[in-house]
């Protein structure tokens, strides 16, 4: 098979993986009685993240040299920055496409703005913390902001979880391993689906990766933009299919919160080891990575707060922020 064909297929994999991750993770939910937004701001958004966050632990472990820690941080403040430009941006792209198919009343459906302005707010805080120290380079302040920042995100989680649901959310009614496999919808089952779909979207990403680096050394791609702008963008598909999936199914509130979740988990977890076990000097870029995304994140809050409502336009600045990092990724090369 052509390398094209094994990216199709790693594609389709984690097509599917996301799938049955998803509608599990919407009988969980139901299941636990959870609000979407703490279904998606903790179980889907912690689940599809695990994949990504496993590359800065295995280059922390298995690396050596400069380019072991210089895998790591850049693989670490890569996926808060590419979740909070591509991820918003798709979303939105979504939602304002849905808007003009008259397939839904306004732009962004019934998304719970309280849950979403209170994930933001801790991602900001996050975000302006860590800018902060990263400009000082004082490691002892470097340990100190890490333990901070895992107590901070077991903070969010029992934030998450007394949030209270909008009034019309709906759970999906249908299980996919009880329609493919007539399984009950039971938490055995459920959790094997996720599982499932997770080990789908590992499975998937690996293939993707492995041969998007193939077809960069087979078409003369330079090493730095497969590094910098293809793989990162490869390694959140799960997020995006999954945000892009529960927008056109009208449930914003999930899509927006997977994503928001996700910042704060990619911002806490492998910041943290980051602060722990490298010296965390940052370059340019990945100070740019930090300010684009606490931009992004300060832009979508302000809209919220000010305005009380969430407009697809406002989300579709993540591109923008995107397309400026790719100009000057592009010029130094």
């Known amino acids: 098979m052509p390398v094209l064909g094994f990216l199709l297929l790693g594609i389709a994999v984690i097509l599917a993986g996301c799938e049955l991750f998803a509608n599990g993770v919407e009988c969980l939910g139901d299941r636990l009685g959870l609000s979407h937004a703490a279904a998606g701001s903790i179980l889907a958004a912690v689940g599809t993240a695990l994949p990504e966050t496993a590359l800065p632990i295995l280059a922390l472990i298995f690396g050596s040299g400069v380019h072991r820690e210089s895998i790591a941080v850049g693989a670490i403040l890569g996926s808060p920055f590419m979740i909070s430009t591509v991820a918003f941006f798709l979303t939105g792209i979504t939602s304002l496409a849905q808007r003009i198919m008259k397939k839904k009343d306004k732009a962004v459906h019934n998304v719970n703005l309280v849950a979403m302005s209170s994930q933001l707010s801790f991602f900001i805080a996050i975000m302006s913390g860590l800018l902060a120290i990263s400009l000082v380079k004082v490691k002892i302040l470097n340990i100190i902001f890490a333990f901070i920042i895992l107590g901070v995100y077991v903070m969010f989680i029992r934030t998450q979880l007394l949030l209270t649901s909008v009034s019309d959310e709906e759970y999906s009614e249908h299980f996919h391993f009880g329609l493919i496999l007539a399984c009950p919808r039971n938490y055995f ?145």
Do not use: C
């Open 189 to 333: 089952w459920i959790l094997s689906q996720v599982l499932t779909g997770l080990l789908l979207i590992i499975v998937g990403a690996h293939i993707f990766v492995n041969f998007l680096t193939l077809l960069s050394i087979k078409s003369g791609i330079p090493s730095l933009i497969l590094a910098l702008l293809i793989a990162p963008v490869a390694t959140e598909l799960p997020e995006i299919f999954n945000s892009v999936s529960w927008t056109i199914k009208k449930r914003d509130t999930l899509a927006l919160s997977n994503v928001t979740g996700a910042l704060v988990f990619q911002s806490t977890i492998p910041v943290s080891l980051g602060l722990l076990f490298t010296a965390w000097s940052l370059g340019t870029t990945e100070l740019l990575n930090i300010v684009f995304s606490l931009i992004i994140a300060l832009i979508v809050f302000f809209n919220i707060m000010l305005k009380k409502r969430l407009s697809s336009f406002v989300l579709l600045t993540g591109g923008i922020f995107y397309i400026l990092y790719v100009v000057r990724i592009l010029f130094i090369v």
